[in-house]
């Protein structure tokens, strides 16, 4: 994943998520199961009443299965699966057995608690079963037979765009997962990276993991993976979504939560922002030079903060006249992360510069 989507003006597409694009395929694999031959498109009933219609990119028709495949778009989201194969394939399962899913090629497959799957069960999401299921439930209703297929569902290339997920993390092993909720994307709604979020953290506290660390980028969180050691499992990749991380440890505590980045990203936190992308949230010079005033700065060097143009020269700043600017940072930025979350939850914020180096910190009781 990437944290700094820019996003284009004008009007964007919304497409269409994964669960949505194996939900038609697996329709138009049971209908061409059912009456032997395969239409041209297909037609699903989403959550929220749209019926989108999706033409086939493959099908293969069988004695006893059949296969349908659906090429995603995402519309104008950067999505990684944007232009990969959904390839379903139905067969008739044992009488009595209703659906099963299983994971073909490029879905992987879950290994680690906390997920709203369980262990060894294909990653398919609940909302994309439940779609999957009513679509196929009609058709057999239909034709009047019991629902007992087997469904599988792959991803061509899905291992390697795995890669640039939270899989691996999460413990979901030899692919992506089948996501959405409402079938439809929305153009940088960033809904996939804020639930890799949530699933971290439910991973975290279902492996007994007591401290996890949020980072808005990789120097950061490579640096605090070595300072404390922490296994793949207890890092967070945070980006710009510091409210995705701490709205959602409201409800879902751990012990111990450390928020790296470097200077400029954790400035925006310590103003109040929950959303650190240089679209959506602004630094205030000002701010810094108050700062830098509140520190003892001479005049002149306050000045020079003023009309600074990026957050790292008032740290050089800072450094050149030996004032804990970062530290102050990051004391204010733990604090408005504080204040968003539950009393219990102890907090810690690493500022660390392009060197890895740490240059600010402010962790209270964490320590204790």
Partial sequence: MKSDLFKPTGKLRTGWTTGACATAAAKAALQALLQGHFEKDVTIRLPGGQQPTFPLSRQSLEHNQASAGIIKDAGDDPDVTHGAEIIVTVKAGTPGSGLTFQAGQGVGTVTLPGLPIAVGEAAINPAPRKMITQALQELADAYEIPADFI???????????AQKTMNGRLGIIGGLSVLGTTGIVKPYSCSAWIHSIHSGIDVARATGISHIAASTGNTS??????????????????????????????????????????????????????????????????????????LGAAPDT???????????????????????????IAARARQVALDAVDDGLKIEVCIFNKNSALVGRAAGEFDD
């Fill in 302 to 328: 306050v000045a020079e903060a003023k009309s600074a143009i990026t957050a790292m020269a008032v740290l050089e700043l800072s450094q050149t006249n030996n004032l804990a600017l970062a530290d102050l």
């Fill in 221 to 294: 969180e490579a640096a605090i993976k070595k300072l404390y050691s922490l296994r793949d499992s207890a890092l967070i990749d945070m980006g710009d979504f510091a409210g995705g991380v701490l709205k959602y440890l409201r409800h879902h505590p751990i012990e111990k939560l450390t928020l790296a980045g470097g200077f400029g990203k954790l400035v925006k936190l310590a103003q109040g922002n929950m959303d650190l992308h240089s679209a959506r949230s602004k630094l205030d010079f000002t701010m810094l030079a108050c700062s830098l005033t509140e």
């Fill in 151 to 161: 469904i599988t569902v792959a991803i061509p290339g899905g291992e390697k765009l």
